[in-house]
Every structure is written in C-alpha cells, then in structure tokens.
C-alpha cells in the first residue's frame, strides 16, 4: 500500500502548481528585468553629508521631489556613495531606483522626532504593538510603481537598539518603525543589500504585487525583541530567494491582517515563492505563517531552505477570531539544524487588537504539505494543535527524518484536533496524522495540482 500511495503522489506531480493564468510560472521562476535608469543624481548633490552625525533627511527628502520630475521620462536613480548617512524617515516615489554603493551605510536617526506618525493599517485597525498609530518606517512607498531598493551591498542600519530598550522598559507611546515599507504598490524590488538593526521589521511589502526579494542579508542579535525579517503582507506574486535572515524574533513571517479588521480588508497573502535562503530565528520561528491572517494566506511554495539554530522551524499559528485560512501551502527540501520543534501548527496563539473581535470567526487550515525534510538536534518533532470548532485538516508529511537529541522527550509529536496523512516519516508521528490512503492522502495530492503545472519537490 506504501508503494500505492508514493506512485500516484509522484503521478500527482504532473499536473502541478503555477501562480496565476496558463503558462505562469511561480514568481521567482520568471526572469526578472530591471529598466535601466536613463537618469541619475548623488545623494551629494543635495548638500548630503556622509560622516554619520549630519542629519540628512531633507537632503533625501529634496533629491526624491526632485527626481519625481523623471517618472515620466524612465525613471531616474538617486546614487548614495560610500559613507555614514544619517537619516529620518522618507518616502521614495514612482520610477525610481535607490542605489547603495559598496561602502555606503544609511543609518537610521535614534531621535523619535525624526520619525512621523502614521495611522494604522486599515486590515490592522491599531499599530501591532500598542494601540493607536504607528512611526512611520525609515524607507517608505505609498501607492507606487516600479520602485528598486539595490546596490552593491551597501548597507541600511536601523540603529535599533534604543528602541528595543523603549520596547521592553514599555516607555514608547506608539508602535515601533521598520526599516522599509512598502503600501499599495506593484512591481517592487529589494536586492543586494544588507539590513543591521532594525527597530522592528525589517522589509514590509502590504497590499503590494510583483515583489521581487533576493540576494539580501539580515540580521539582529538575538536578544532584540520581536525584530522580525521580511514579512509579506496582504501581498500576492512574492518571490524571496537567495538571503540569508538571523533575527530575534521571526526570520520570514507571512500575514494578512488581524481579526475583524482583517476580514473586513479581505486581501489575502497568495502566490509566495520562497526558496534557497537560510532562516535563523531565536526567539520566534525561521519560517511562519501568522498568526495575524484574518485576509488568508494561500498558495506558497517553500524550497531548498536551510533553517539552524533556532526555537522553532516552521510554524503555523491562528486562534479564534481570526477568521481567514492558510491553505494550499507547499514546504519542501528542507534542511534543519539546532531546532526546538520542528513543525508546529497552533490554534491558540495570538492576542486580539481589542474586544470587538467575534469569537466565532474561526480560521481553517487544510491542505499543507511537508515533504523531504532532513532535520539534526531536533527537539521536538511536531506539535500540532488544532481548535476544537474548526480542526486543523490534510496535513501530508511525505519523506521526512529528523533525529532527535538525547536528552528530549519520548513524545515526539503532540496533536490535537488535527488530521492529514504522513508516509517516510521518522519519527513515526501520532496517529492523527497516519490516516489512512483512501480517506486522506487524495486531499494531499490536490494540493499537488492547483493549476496544472508540474513542479520538482
């Protein structure tokens, strides 16, 4: 029966997974064609000063307004050279690319002054860490087309450090900024760059499409609170290859929104490409979905990723009042490292942005799939809990094998109300998730063929 089951799932394989109409490929599969820039000014030219004391948020500010006047002629380039700039919160505009040379290091101002306010999203209804509004983050876009954030490796530090200390004394009065955020924009590129520090998120794409991530770097000590890496939100057709995350809390995070304020937005997280990258988390997961996805997430391939030296590896997590679902969620090629647990999935994991959220507005999970996943100091393999009124469904663990540290409990795997399939997999999980083929294994195989496309897992 074994061997019934691997054959038609390989079979399965042939009619597999595309991102959008008939020929599509999932976003990372398509070549990505950067425009040249017909046009480009210094960071100099507008009386900038590179020493990491001048504040020059209006130099960025100016050289921004000035080359909107190019959106229309192909874009333009504002070049930042080698040095230490020192700056507030600023928005970029249409058409533009900002480039970073080698040496160059913008560094976020640790002067809360030099940061705006803005009102909440509208899928969040308050900030995320307190309520009321937000500082604006350190790069910004609002309702934008073709926007590049590159270079040569430079490098944006947030200088986060006070803030983390601001967070964890509970002395600041609205909720932290993050180092790039992106809203209401399309066809949006981050590449080439390394990101130190932030004060909370690192790259922020929402209600965006056509997002491009790759060959970045990110990091923060372990100690800071709740830093997070890239989080796309309320996003469809991302793609993020080649980077490689350490954080303090997550390292790649998908969201869409939170309870009531999320299902009113309706904007789902859907057709996320995420593959070759090394995910460290210390406090959080390497790689999660939610637990704000009150719009849904669905449609995500995740592969050749390196997770180590982190609490938990992949992780779902919802709670009641959520509403949404995470659904049709691919995770293969998989090498662990150093990991607490492994896989987890929770129904009880959340707060709530305030009392207005219905309680019944129950999230559903069904249809992921886990598959060929190597994993080393491992010291849990599985816990799987589920909500009792809307049970986590068609779980497929396919070709897994995780060694278990000495020293960790004899429970591997811990489920309740959660159902789906599993073949090759070691340690042999709970019988919740060993259905058998005839009522189970069918619904794993769907999700092998959302659009007829085949993929290689």
């Not at 029966?1 to 595309?18: F, T, W, Y």
């Not at 959520?322 to 492994?342: H, L, P």
Request: glycine share 10%; net charge negative.
């Amino acid at each position: 029966m074994k061997m019934l089951v691997v054959l038609l799932l390989l079979l399965s394989l042939g009619n597999a997974i595309k991102l959008g109409g008939e020929d599509e490929d999932w976003p990372c599969d398509s070549k990505l064609q950067l425009k040249p820039r017909p046009h480009s000014v210094s960071i100099l030219e507008f009386g900038a000063v590179g020493d990491g004391n001048t504040l020059n948020t209006l130099a960025f500010q100016n050289a921004i307004f000035y080359l909107k006047s190019f959106a229309d002629k192909g874009g333009a380039q504002l070049y930042v050279p080698p040095g230490r700039w020192l700056t507030g919160s600023f928005n970029l505009t249409s058409n533009l690319t900002l480039f970073l040379e080698k040496g160059a290091v913008i560094l976020g101002s640790q002067d809360p002054s030099h940061w705006d306010i803005l009102e909440p999203l509208p899928s969040y209804g308050r900030g995320i860490e307190l309520p009321g509004g937000r500082y604006r983050s350190l790069i910004n876009g609002y309702m934008l087309q073709d926007v590049v954030i590159t270079g040569d490796n430079g490098t944006i530090n947030g200088q986060g450090s006070v803030w983390w200390d601001w967070f964890s004394s509970h002395t600041l009065n609205h909720s932290r900024p993050h180092l790039v955020e992106i809203v209401s924009s399309k066809d949006v590129v981050v590449s080439n760059l390394t990101f130190v520090n932030s004060p909370a998120y690192n790259i922020h794409p929402v209600y965006c499409s056509n997002v491009h991530i790759h060959n970045i770097s990110v990091s923060a000590p372990p100690e800071s609170p709740y830093t997070v890496g890239i989080v796309p939100d309320s996003s469809n057709n991302v793609c993020i290859q080649d980077c490689s995350i350490g954080m303090g809390y997550d390292a790649i995070v998908l969201k869409s929104g939170w309870d009531e304020y999320g299902i009113a937005y309706g904007r789902p997280t859907t057709n996320v490409h995420i593959r070759r990258v090394q995910l460290q988390s210390s406090s959080g997961s390497s790689l999660a979905f939610g637990s704000e996805m009150s719009g849904g997430i669905s449609n995500v391939l995740v592969e050749q990723v390196h997770l180590y030296n982190s609490l938990s590896g992949i992780q779902f997590r919802t709670t009641k009042g959520r509403g949404g679902y995470i659904r049709n969620i691919i995770i293969s090629d998989v090498k662990m490292e150093n990991i607490g647990m492994a896989f987890g999935a929770s129904g009880q994991f959340g707060s709530h942005p305030d009392d207005n959220f219905d309680p019944n507005a129950l999230p559903v999970l069904d249809h992921i799939s886990l598959q060929d996943v190597i994993g080393t100091n491992i010291s849990i393999a599985g816990k799987f809990t589920g909500i009792k009124e809307s049970p986590f469904t068609s779980f497929c663990l396919s070709n897994i094998s995780l060694s278990i540290s000495s020293g960790s409990s004899t429970n591997s795997w811990v489920c309740s109300n959660v159902s789906g399939f599993s073949d090759s997999v070691f340690p042999e999980p709970c019988s919740a998730l060993k259905s058998s083929h005839s009522n189970s294994s069918s619904a794993c195989f769907s999700i092998q063929t959302l659009n007829g496309k085949a993929v290689a897992l």
